[in-house]
């Protein structure tokens, strides 16, 4: 199946040194987001996510706690990294590990190819090495140290003195492909996105392109070069071959998964978005493979100002906000309070407060009304609608908008401006429900059919929003979808299909509503202070 046809999407996969923050988490949500969407739009879809398990910061870190590195991964892949993955209910299909057989064999294999083409050589590296970022770095990188690391040369984003380097490694000539990298950034403008970010590396790659130091002699943690087993590969460029060794390709072998899903999307943070939009593409044009479909750079997640880390202690673990908001409130803020590109600070006074405007008194309260008048006036059976008036023709147009304005923004990777198309729909059902008074029409017994029409518009309002939620709030929409009776008529809710949610009338009347539990219960304020 042609790509187009298909959609893939990636995250980058997390160094194990450490457990995960919510800045990870964020992109894990991010990339699930819009797998989900397009699931749930009939697209065949693949999502894949994992973890970068070798390099220098990863032995040190497994040398400092008197562990192998490999015992060491095994460890915080199975206590952290994939119980991140239940915690904030992320429905991947694949999670690779550098250290898997499946894995280091393709990259052994990839480099091979590239060797055997003439595109890699013998040289000597000289120059600065920052193990935080696992990054070769040039002087003007770098910033003068002060304190305690003055007269030394420091990484700013690490805050650390780098290391210098002088050892004989293999290269990898990607200066060759200077002008195909611009060719592409010019023929395919949506390679990079945001736009921002998109100048930014142009303007670097038309500043020139040094070679790649790909391979390191002075430890041995990673990956043998097939041809001088003295050196391991460079971290990076073992671990960006995981998005194709994740679907099965190897040189010369057909591979369904490859053929099906690549090329993908990667969602990435900015700080690594050179890495994906620059050597990779250029290490698949060497090795004559497509090039990703599209390389976003989201922002950072902000506390106090400054990127969140746990090197500097401002790291905030996910369960923190799940176990007191749920992971249906997780995803759906972080996503809708963070313009998708942009840099966003965190607070819990904004979360909480969001969570009770939006989740608890607009979304989760206009599901329980609804809910429980059509079990109190019409004994839990959806109703039949008698005629339509303006103000059930005006709900029937914002919710075919909805689906057109979502499905345009999920296409531009903008997941907020999406989420703010469909959350129309809440608002506008919280205010016909405020003008129509159905409370007050039911006292009237010669306003049956009025009630009716009103209950029924409501019902089946809340059916294209369990729809179109379902990839931001998988648990609150499943429990809709249970408690207005739809699932005998209209099967499961991931059957459903987000191009269709607008088209009106499918709950069916005669639907049987079960009891609504608040999808957003109260919160404590003690839990959050
Ligand atoms: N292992 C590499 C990626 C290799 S991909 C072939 C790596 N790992 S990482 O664990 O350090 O970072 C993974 C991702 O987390 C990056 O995209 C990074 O931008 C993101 N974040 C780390 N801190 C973050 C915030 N404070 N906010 C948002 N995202 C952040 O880099």
Request: proline share 5%; hydrophobic share 40%.
């Amino acid at each position: 199946m042609a790509a187009g046809d298909s959609f893939s999407v990636t995250t980058p996969i997390f160094y194990v040194n450490d457990a995960p923050h919510i800045g990870h988490a964020y992109t894990e949500v991010a990339a699930d987001v819009l797998a989900r969407w397009h699931r749930q739009s009939g697209v065949p879809t693949w999502s894949l996510t994992g973890t970068d398990e070798h390099g220098q910061k990863i032995l040190r870190t497994a040398v400092a706690n008197g562990v192998t590195p490999k015992e060491w991964a095994d460890k915080l892949v199975a206590d952290a990294w994939i119980p991140l993955l239940k915690t904030i209910d992320i429905a991947n299909d694949d999670f690779i590990r550098t250290t898997e057989e499946r894995h280091e064999s393709v990259v052994q294999q990839f480099l091979q190819k590239l060797y055997d083409d003439g595109l890699i050589y013998d040289g000597e590296y000289e120059g600065y090495y920052c193990v935080g970022c696992e990054e070769y770095k040039q002087q003007s990188d770098l910033v003068d140290g002060t304190g305690e690391f003055a007269g030394q040369y420091v990484c700013p984003i690490h805050g650390r003195p780098v290391e210098v380097l002088k050892e004989k490694n293999y290269f990898f000539r990607m200066s060759q492909f200077q002008q195909r990298l611009l060719d592409l950034y010019e023929s395919q403008p949506d390679f990079i996105q945001p736009d921002s970010l998109r100048n930014e590396i142009v303007s670097f790659v038309r500043r020139g392109l040094d070679d790649l130091s790909i391979s390191r002699q002075s430890f041995d943690w990673g990956v043998r070069v097939p041809w001088d087993d003295k050196h391991v590969v460079y971290v990076w460029f073992d671990a960006l071959i995981n998005y194709i060794s994740a679907l099965g390709w190897r040189p010369d072998a057909p591979a369904e998964l490859f053929d099906r899903f690549w090329p993908s999307n990667h969602i990435v943070g900015k700080d690594i978005a050179r890495f994906h939009a620059v050597i990779w593409p250029a290490m698949l044009m060497a090795a004559d493979l497509p090039v990703p479909r599209r390389v976003f750079g989201h922002g950072w997640l902000l506390v106090g100002g400054e990127k969140m880390s746990k090197s500097k202690l401002t790291g905030i673990a996910p369960s923190q906000i799940t176990d007191v908001f749920g992971s249906d409130a997780f995803r759906y803020y972080f996503m809708r309070a963070i313009a998708f590109g942009q840099d966003g600070s965190f607070s819990w006074e904004d979360l909480a407060a969001r969570y009770q405007a939006e989740l608890a008194n607009g979304f989760g309260n206009l599901a329980s009304r609804v809910v429980a008048m059509v079990g109190r006036y019409c004994d839990g059976v959806v109703p039949e609608a008698g005629a339509a008036s303006e103000a059930e023709a005006g709900i029937q147009r914002t919710v075919a908008d909805a689906v057109g304005t979502a499905s345009a923004a999920i296409d531009r990777f903008a997941i907020s401006d999406s989420i703010a198309a469909v959350w129309s729909i809440v608002d506008e059902l919280n205010g016909y429900l405020t003008v129509q008074e159905p409370w007050k029409v039911a006292k009237d017994d010669s306003q049956t059919e009025r009630l009716h029409t009103i209950l029924y518009t409501a019902a089946e309002g809340l059916r294209a929003l369990a729809v179109l939620l379902s990839p931001v709030l998988p648990q609150a929409t499943q429990k809709l979808w249970a408690a207005l009776g739809a699932e005998p008529h209209l099967g499961a809710l991931a059957d459903q299909r987000i191009p269709d949610a607008g088209e009106w009338g499918q709950l069916p009347a005669g639907a049987r509503t079960q009891a609504l539990e608040a999808l957003f219960p109260r919160i404590d304020h003690e839990a959050t202070a």
